[in-house]
């Protein structure tokens, strides 16, 4: 089973960032998304298709449709600018998506 | 606060085993499955497995199975994962990552915390 992501996504700061991840089937599963600052640990942004966890800045969201989700990031800031991994399940094997980095030009 | 705080970075030369510590503080420390992901350099995240502190009990990657073992010692609350028959290519950096949901089976939750990760060298 595999996660596709694109390899980079650049948006200028106060723009809205979308980054997808595409699956088979992934709209019957659930994702969550992870944000990895250089040289930092991953730390969870999202989970469950679109829940926060408490501590995340409202401008992050998630959505799940069909083969898809995507996270959006609205007003985004130069301390966004990190790499984002969508993580799903399949069969009892976490599955992490190759990552996406954010660029904020 | 939630603490996961990993042992220090290892150089180990092809064939050797490594054990990576993962000591955690600050919840119920038999109550989250704990995850080991690794991340090569400039690559991506690639998880490995779990195990129940509860019960010791363990799941592994397919990739993983016979090569991995992941244990861990109640008494002072800390999980390890040793890899064995190391090679050049396992060069990565090793993170702990507990389960986010409290006495609920793995596989279909998220991982939060993570530790600050162990860099493993494999070389000659």
């Known amino acids: 089973y595999e996660l596709t992501q694109p390899p980079s996504v650049s948006v200028s700061p106060g723009q809205t960032a979308s980054i997808t991840c595409s699956g088979d089937?992934?709209?019957?599963?659930?994702a969550s998304w992870y944000q990895q600052r250089p040289g930092q640990s991953p730390a969870l942004v999202i989970y469950?298709?679109?829940k926060r966890p408490s501590g995340i800045p409202e401008r992050f969201s998630g959505s799940n449709s069909g083969n898809t989700v995507t996270l959006t990031i609205s007003g985004t800031q130069a301390m966004d600018e990190a790499d984002y991994y969508c993580?799903?399940?399949?069969?009892?094997?976490?599955?992490f998506g190759g990552g996406t980095k954010l660029t904020v030009l | 606060q939630v603490q996961l705080v990993q042992s220090g970075a290892e150089v180990k030369k092809p064939g050797a085993s490594v054990k990576v510590s993962c000591k955690t503080s600050?919840?119920?420390?038999?109550?989250?499955?704990m995850h080991w992901v690794r991340q090569a350099p400039g690559q991506g995240l690639e998880w490995m497995g779990w195990?129940?502190?509860?019960?010791?009990?363990?799941h592994y990657a397919q990739k993983f199975q016979g090569w991995v073992t992941m244990t861990r010692d109640t008494s002072i609350t800390t999980v390890y994962m040793e890899l064995s028959r190391l090679r050049s290519d396992d060069t990565a950096v090793y993170y702990c990552?507990?389960?986010?949901?409290?006495?609920?089976?793995?596989?279909?939750?998220?991982?939060?915390?993570w530790g600050q990760g162990t860099l493993v060298t494999v070389s000659s």
């Open positions: 990552a507990r389960d986010a949901v409290f006495r609920r089976e793995a596989g279909v939750n998220w991982f939060d915390p």
């Open positions: 469950e298709d679109a």
């Open positions: 195990i129940n502190p509860n019960s010791g009990g363990t």
């Open positions: 993580q799903a399940w399949d069969t009892s094997t976490a599955i």
């Open positions: 089937k992934l709209g019957d599963k659930y």
């Open positions: 600050g919840y119920t420390f038999s109550g989250y499955y």
